[in-house]
């Protein structure tokens, strides 16, 4: 079994052991720190870490039932006692720190924050509660590294549904095929495309028992492109639990295509099974039901759900266009004088090319609509190809920038010479970043909506993107207004170094694409499949395999050893300029 998939599995037990599981037992009295805790019940000093998450989930479960009853101070101070007296004093962070990666220690530290959050801002309970949830799990998740637990994988039952008599009499390749002839059309929920899709992984695991493989990859293709992608699942999962669980399904769906071209049936059936329990559970979570199809009183309404992925997604994408093309603009503003005519000059092709971007973002999707690409391993590629240059445009620019950070004493040199530069063709540059940022993040985003909009909330659909773009806004004036303050030094130097985190986060997003689109095949060893799922990995483009995690090291490489070139050649300008002006 490779190492993602236990990670995955590892992740699910977890999350749904915290969910189902009744918290273990403290004595009658509330112990406030570890060592009080051990007395009373007997602990010595071989204690495992497990033990300390179990009396931890105990205080937070105390901590949830006070929030419930509306006492944020009690709740608060548990928060305090589970993370200082408990996950400090008896030594797990410290341990965490030093036999696990940093993002470990990190990610729990943020889980806690999150949770003091919520309780100081009066959040809603339910939203207390889940962060508990995704507390607990990476405390159990570290404690297990750390006493060396394997856990094994719990996967959820293929239950006998709607589908599978259906799936009997026809093989259903889309979910358009299969919800027509189920008489659901226009009526269904995510648990219904969770039975759909769990048959076409039945047919996949059918087809490689019976040796034919290439049948079995294009099962799992169908699941993907046919049903997780063409029904809103994708985008939904994204909005509403997160971009990176998105991502982890993504690559979990590419790790059965790689086992079905290279593995044994056994590994194939672990890795769809795993796949098949992740999808479940995010279909209870969408539709606000448990296990047994109960409702949680946790979920939304369908409307609300759909302004939230759609504000989301609107938001994630459009961030990381506006920091590229914000950054762009500010930098011209900056070097481009006070003349009124020069920023017209110098900003009018960052401009066209924005706007350009966004015309051709709508063109491809209509073209991709109409060459029956779009939801296809067509598009994976395209986004990938489009990604990628954009690397070696992000790369080229940031270094251009850099070399200009340190010329002159200062402002005369550098506005001299930047101007020269642009008249050269450099503008033409900037604008082509600012078009390749609108335009992949563009066409994404309206890919994304398609599905969405041929719902029952289409009012919603378009609150949050308008809601969305105000944010955008907001974050793009932040950016404008913010860099005008910065000297110029600094400002050149925070600008490319932005413009090479961006160029390494577009390498990983970029391969992942290629992975998702068959290009490239995913690998994830031992040393990589520590890496977690979160939103700053996920924006950042880190995932847990090796085609992605190999080039960005090379490039971020790359990048340090050329911004030292480019600080020494300019330090030695500086000092030539200073001695020419004694």
Not at 400 to 429: H, L, N, Q, R
Request: aromatic fraction near 10%.
């Amino acid at each position: 079994m490779s190492k993602l998939s236990k990670r995955v599995g590892l992740v699910l037990v977890l999350m749904v052991s915290v969910l189902i599981t009744p918290s273990p037992a403290l004595a009658a009295d509330y112990y406030g720190s570890w060592n009080d805790y051990r007395s009373a019940n007997g602990i010595g000093d071989d204690f495992t870490y497990n033990q300390v998450v179990d009396a931890i989930e105990t205080i937070l479960a105390e901590a949830v039932s006070a929030y419930d009853g509306g006492n944020a101070e009690s709740a608060l101070a548990k928060v305090k006692d589970a993370k200082n007296n408990y996950w400090g004093a008896s030594g797990m962070k410290i341990e965490m720190q030093k036999q696990l990666p940093s993002a470990s220690k990190k990610t729990t530290e943020a889980d806690f924050s999150n949770c003091n959050s919520i309780l100081k801002n009066g959040g809603p309970a339910d939203e207390f509660s889940t962060a508990v949830d995704v507390l607990v799990a990476d405390l159990r998740l570290s404690a297990n590294k750390l006493d060396g637990v394997e856990v094994e994988i719990e996967i959820s039952e293929e239950t006998q549904t709607q589908a599978t008599a259906l799936f009997e009499a026809k093989y259903y390749p889309t979910w358009e095929e299969y919800s027509t002839d189920a008489g659901i059309a226009d009526s269904w929920t995510w648990n219904d495309v969770a039975d759909a899709m769990t048959e076409v992984f039945r047919a996949a695991k059918s087809k490689y028992s019976e040796g034919d493989t290439e049948s079995a990859y294009n099962c799992v293709n169908d699941g993907y492109y046919g049903y997780y992608e063409t029904t809103g699942f994708e985008r939904n999962a994204m909005g509403y639990i997160s971009g990176a669980r998105k991502s982890e399904v993504e690559l979990q769906f590419s790790a059965c295509k790689s086992e079905a071209k290279d593995g044994t049936y056994e590994e194939f059936e672990k890795q769809v099974d795993i796949l098949r329990t992740m999808i479940r559970t995010d279909a209870n979570k969408l539709d606000g039901v448990d296990e047994n199809g109960t409702s949680t009183g946790g979920g939304r309404s369908a409307a609300v759900a759909t302004f939230i992925a759609c504000f989301t997604i609107i938001l994630r994408e459009g961030f990381e266009a506006i920091l590229v093309v914000g950054a762009i603009i500010a930098y011209l503003l900056k070097t481009s004088g006070k003349s009124g005519e020069e920023r017209k000059r110098q900003l009018r092709p960052v401009y066209i090319g924005s706007l350009l971007g966004i015309v051709l973002s709508f063109v491809s999707a209509w073209a991709l609509n109409q060459l029956k690409l779009a939801n296809s391993a067509s598009q994976e590629v395209i986004e990938g190809v489009t990604a990628l240059i954009a690397v070696v445009v992000l790369f080229y620019v940031s270094n251009w920038m850099v070399s200009k950070s340190e010329s002159e004493a200062w402002d005369k040199y550098i506005k001299s010479k930047v101007g020269d530069a642009t008249k050269k063709g450099s503008t033409f540059a900037l604008a082509f970043t600012a078009f390749l940022a609108v335009y992949r993040e563009g066409a994404e985003v309206i890919l994304f909506y398609q599905p969405l909009l041929t719902g029952n909330n289409i009012n919603m659909v378009w609150l949050g993107f308008i809601t969305g773009c105000v944010c955008l806004v907001f974050v793009y004036l932040a950016i404008r207004l913010l860099s005008v303050r910065l000297p110029l030094k600094p400002f050149f130097l925070a600008t490319s170094i932005l413009m090479a985190i961006m160029s390494i986060a577009f390498l990983g997003s970029g391969i992942k694409e290629l992975i998702e689109g068959d290009v490239i095949t995913m690998t994830s060893p031992a040393w990589v499949a520590w890496i977690p799922s979160n939103s700053l990995l996920e924006i950042l483009g880190i995932y847990p395999c090796v085609q992605t995690v190999v080039p960005q090291i090379v490039l971020t490489v790359i990048t340090v050893i050329t911004f030292i070139y480019w600080l020494h050649k300019n330090r030695k300008l500086r000092d030539e300029m200073a001695q020419e002006a004694n």
